[in-house]
């Protein structure tokens, strides 16, 4: 059925110029590869947006075939003169039983009679749920062509083969060589080609047109599945353009069809949820799904793509796609409106998108408010209705009223951009720049499509770490420190050192763990903390204050005779600082000190390593034992229970075992020494090390409940958004009193505001060391987004309220993660679209820390 109807163009490719005034009227609206729709007209009667009207009738269509006992279906279709707007009538008058009308109307009259009648019902997952498609089904016909005039007439009767049919036609249209289309005398209603090669017995049994029949009653049935429904023996008279009669083939046509003489509201079944389609994901194309469905659910912005939206396509503008990303648009906007719940998959529009916009290529994820303002952008240009821009020079305000400066602004910038985007999404901000120097005052009025608002940083901000000892005294503790977001690491240490009672003879030293070694060392006091990022696993050791002690970090933890279990048993590396390391057994004894508080109750144990663990704070300790490790005495108990060897040490050396009554193999200690461990399989029972086992991360919303978090309404974002501030150092103002670049201030104001809002939460947030998303829970309204107070020009023509409609949600981190969106369905119905899933959700589920683009509509 879609390619039944194409561009006058196409039609006609060799006609005469003749042949072409005469059945091509320039003002007839182009029906470029758009089905039509046969439907009761008192239906289309009903459901029309003016009482008073029918508008948009192709054809009315009528029958006096008696269904009992003909064996033919007559249905005959006349021309409406007037198709813009059809005078009401009573509903079979003149001959008006059925109306033809064009695909995307049709959509748009199922839409408004679903947001009407609310006929939404909670269906639970609608995936998949095709018991809910209406009645729909297609009714084949044949056509015979005849024109009511003098000039021209032809009949083709479907006995008679393809060659016979072609070349009647090309006599008839005196085109011996060229090819034929056979259409009605508008060219809107059908065409078919005829080949030399045309089997005769294809020709009798083919099918010239398909009509999608909607709305007829379940009593009535053609061989048991096709509906057929006629509503009386009223016939008029025929249209004077002519008349063109479809009949149907006899052998589809059962004796058992009834005659129904009046048309009823109860005949029809109810327009079923019309919109709960989901997309499917084509591999991590959930940005796009989310910012789609945002964009159908876009009350006006259906109706536009629903109705001839063809005839706007600017295929001219060198900034545009050649109509390309608009076609692709609104066929996947009808895919999505259309009856039905099966998931649509957007494979050509994701080709249209990538082959403009090559960074959506693949399968990679992206950002959907990235996505949406490129699409936005791309709709207008491909829409818009200017087809050649002037140049406007932009004048000063010169002391003029800022209501006739906007104005001229808005007017020129109508001239360049004329669209349905614009129409809908474009608001109007007003700029002001002041000079720090002269004072030089300089207001412009810009368009805008979007509002991105900062989430101002909340004041305070949570980290969670585990403190170590090293001294052997106590086991690691977590402790969960709340400071500012401003603070500098030193801040985070001295809050840290007060929680865990650090002694003045100690300190701090805070490392990152990734992969159970130390992944960076935080030693700079003045370091932001920004630096550390909320996934990050921190880890802070306490330390004796030596800065000329040798740190030993024992990092891989590793089981004799099993090298599959490696870093098993620590993900937390041990350190301690040691002022004099000479020997293995240094090395030995102060490992076993580290791993004391892990040592789990044996008497026997005990006794057997009591000489070994045994901890003095005697300085003469240190000299003893180094002295023993040169006289020679060896423990060989000791070397079986555990092993050390150096990674990475320096001189190049790589995994040398340091022996226990050998000196280190190299004379100047190094600032840092890594070392692994060998563990015994007896050593491995004596000690607890659960608590070394895993780390928690800086902090992780989940064990937070939304009380404790802090959250920022959304009028604080606007606020800060609108504030005045100065500009950077690389985006400085050149002033026209001074002659040269200033940091001025920046003042913005809402001027404008569209009918369309849609708000950008800044959650992503970038810096030179990583990329990182805030997880703040903005507040917004649902019902009442009031604008009034951020409003600089008063107009009272237009509401500054608006109603959520729709939201692009993000969960997860950044660089993953999933976009969902919410879409309020009617007027009090909320759905969540997840990829091809689309479910019923409560109204208080909306509000939620993954919201990120915000659609707002007026009210």
């Not at 729909?136 to 060659?163: D, H, M, P």
């Not at 050149?734 to 950008?760: G, M, N, S």
């Amino acid at each position: 059925m879609d390619s039944l109807f194409s561009d006058h163009d196409d039609l006609f490719w060799d006609l005469d110029s003749r042949l072409q005034r005469r059945f091509v009227r320039d003002e007839e609206p182009e029906l470029a590869n758009e089905p039509l729709y046969l439907v009761l007209y008192g239906w289309w009667k009903e459901v029309q947006e003016d009482a008073d009207r029918v508008e948009n009738v192709l054809y009315t269509v009528s029958s006096n075939s008696d269904f009992e006992h003909d064996s033919e279906i007559l249905l005959q279709l006349r021309k409406e003169d007037d198709r813009e707007e059809t005078m009401n009538s009573d509903v079979g008058s003149s001959g008006r039983q059925y109306a033809l009308v064009p695909e995307g109307l049709w959509l748009r009259a199922l839409k408004r009679c679903s947001d009407n009648n609310n006929a939404v019902k909670d269906f639970g997952s609608l995936f998949y749920a095709d018991d809910y498609l209406p009645d729909l089904f297609s009714l084949q016909v044949r056509i015979f062509v005849s024109w009511e005039t003098n000039s021209l007439e032809a009949k083709i009767s479907q006995k008679e083969n393809g060659v016979d049919v072609y070349m009647k036609a090309r006599n008839i249209f005196s085109s011996e060589y060229n090819p034929v289309q056979i259409l009605d005398f508008s060219g809107q209603i059908a065409q078919f080609f005829i080949d030399n090669n045309e089997d005769s017995g294809q020709l009798e049994k083919g099918v010239l047109l398909e009509l999608q029949v909607y709305g007829l009653s379940d009593s009535i049935k053609v061989n048991g599945s096709d509906d057929m429904f006629v509503d009386g023996p009223t016939v008029g008279s025929l249209a004077h353009g002519g008349s063109v009669m479809m009949n149907g083939t006899t052998h589809n046509v059962n004796s058992n069809i009834t005659t129904i003489n009046s048309f009823q509201r109860s005949s029809y079944k109810s327009v079923g949820s019309l919109g709960l389609k989901g997309l499917e994901n084509l591999g991590n194309t959930c940005f796009m799904n989310s910012a789609i469905q945002c964009l159908v659910h876009t009350p006006k912005l259906v109706d536009y793509f629903l109705g001839d939206y063809r005839k706007e396509i600017n295929y001219e503008n060198p900034l545009g796609m050649n109509g390309e990303l608009a076609l692709a648009f609104g066929d996947l906007l009808r895919k999505l409106w259309f009856p039905g719940a099966r998931p649509v998959a957007p494979r050509m529009f994701k080709t249209k998108l990538a082959n403009f916009a090559p960074q959506f290529n693949g399968c990679n994820q992206h950002d959907s408010q990235e996505l949406l303002a490129f699409l936005l952008d791309g709709l207008h240009e491909d829409l818009n209705r200017v087809k050649r821009k002037p140049y406007h020079e932009v004048k000063d305000e010169d002391g003029r009223p800022d209501e006739e400066v906007a104005e001229e602004y808005w007017h020129n910038h109508l001239a360049r951009n004329d669209s349905i985007i614009v129409d809908l999404c474009q608001g109007q901000f007003r700029s002001t720049l002041v000079c720090p120097v002269c004072k030089k005052v300089s207001i412009t009025f810009d368009p805008f499509m979007h509002l991105s608002l900062p989430l101002p940083s909340t004041t305070m901000r949570t980290i969670t770490l585990t403190v170590l000892s090293t001294d052997g005294t106590a086991l690691p503790s977590t402790f969960t420190i709340t400071l500012p977001k401003s603070g500098l690491l030193k801040d985070l240490i001295k809050a840290l050192g007060d929680a865990c009672s650090l002694r003045d003879d100690e300190t701090l030293l805070v490392a990152e763990v990734y992969k159970n070694r130390i992944f960076r060392w935080l030693e700079e006091p003045s370091d932001s903390l920004a630096l550390i990022r909320d996934q990050d696993k921190l880890v802070a050791y306490r330390l004796p204050k030596d800065e000329a002690g040798t740190l030993v970090v024992f990092t891989k933890q590793c089981i004799s005779g099993s090298e599959k279990l490696v870093e098993s048993l620590f993900v937390i590396p041990v350190v301690a600082r040691l002022p004099n390391v000479s020997c293995g057994y240094d090395i030995h004894r102060e490992f076993l000190k580290l791993i004391s508080p892990f040592q789990m109750p044996s008497e026997d144990f005990l006794d057997e390593h009591d000489n070994d663990i045994e901890v003095s704070k005697d300085n003469d300790l240190s000299d003893a034992t180094s002295s023993a490790c040169l006289e020679g005495d060896s423990d060989s108990d000791l070397e079986v229970d555990f092993k050390f060897y150096l990674i990475a040490p320096p001189f190049g050396m790589e995994n040398v075992e340091i022996k226990m009554n050998e000196p280190l193999p190299f004379p100047p200690l190094p600032k840092r020494l890594e070392v692994s461990v060998l563990w015994s399989n007896k050593m491995i029972e004596k000690y607890d090390t659960c608590l070394l086992s895993s780390l928690p991360e800086v902090f992780k919303p989940q064990l937070f409940s939304r009380r404790t978090q802090e959250s920022v309404s959304v009028y604080k974002c606007l606020e800060a958004f609108l504030k005045e501030e100065p500009l950077g150092p690389d985006d400085m103002w050149f002033c026209p009193k001074c002659k040269k670049p200033q940091q001025a201030t920046k003042k913005l104001d809402l001027w404008r505001l569209p009918e369309i809002l849609v708000v950008h939460l800044k959650r992503f947030s970038f810096s030179q060391y990583f990329k990182n998303k805030l997880e703040t829970f903005v507040n917004f309204p649902i019902n009442d987004l009031d604008l009034s107070t951020y409003v600089a020009h008063k107009n009272s023509q237009s509401s500054p309220h608006y109603e959520l409609y729709a939201i692009s949600c993000h969960s997860g981190f950044l660089g993953g993660g999933h976009y969902t969106a919410f879409v309020r369905y009617g007027h009090d119905k909320w759905y969540e679209f997840d990829d091809s899933r689309v479910v019923p959700l409560s109204e208080d589920m909306v509000k939620t820390s993954a919201a990120y683009v915000l659609f707002y509509r007026k009210v």
